[in-house]
Every structure is written in structure tokens, then in C-alpha cells.
């Protein structure tokens, strides 16, 4: 059974730092790209970072590149998003999610991950 779990949300100040992490239980977990997305209440949820199956590439929004980054552990079938310089937009609900199969120029579309984890709230205060 797939499933993903997020958690490490919480409370940051502006100009702090929060780390995500998405427990995978995936039934070969090294076959998965990994994405992370986040969503504010009324606005689509958008692309944050990504992840390929080795770990060898990673993808960013512009809004996020160079404060966040995108790691995961195989042994411990986690991925994490660390976020670095968090501003107050970058509060949102933040998504893990898991696709398979995905080019690697469809990384940032979230209609290309099947499996989706049930959220974590991120709230940055400006």
C-alpha cells in the first residue's frame, strides 16, 4: 500500500529555517521521483522542488532556488525539503509527492504524480 507522510511543519520567523520530511512507504522506493508542492487557501497549488529516482538531479520553482533544497535518505525511505531564508510567502500547506514514471521535463506537474501525502501546515510570520 502507498503511502506518504509528511511532517515538520509548524511556526517560523521570517529569515528562519523549517525541515520537511515525507516518509515513503512505496514498494521500491528507489523507483519514485519525488516532488514536494505547496498550496495557500484560494490559489492552485504550485510546484516547490523535486527529486529523480537516484537522487542525482534536483528541480526548484524560482520562487524557492537557492532557500530550499530537496534531499532523500534510501535507507530510511524518507524524502526531506529543507527551507532556508523562509519568507512570509512561503506559507502554505506542503505536499510530499511520488510518480513513478516522470520526464524529467514533467517534474515540476503535479497531474504527473499519482501518489500525494495528506499535508503539513508551514506558517512564516513576515
Known sequence: QVQLVESGGGFAQAGGSLRLNCAASLPHFSDYNMGWFRQVPGKEREFVGAITTTGSSTFYSDSVKGRFTVGRDFAKETVSL?????????????????????????????????????????????
Open 82 to 126: 529543507q527551507m532556508d531564508s523562509l519568507k512570509g510567502e512561503d506559507s502554505a500547506v506542503y505536499y510530499c509527492a511520488a510518480a513513478p514514471f516522470i520526464a524529467l521535463g514533467d517534474m515540476t506537474r503535479q497531474a504527473d504524480y499519482p501518489y500525494w501525502g495528506q499535508g503539513t501546515q508551514v506558517t512564516v510570520a513576515a
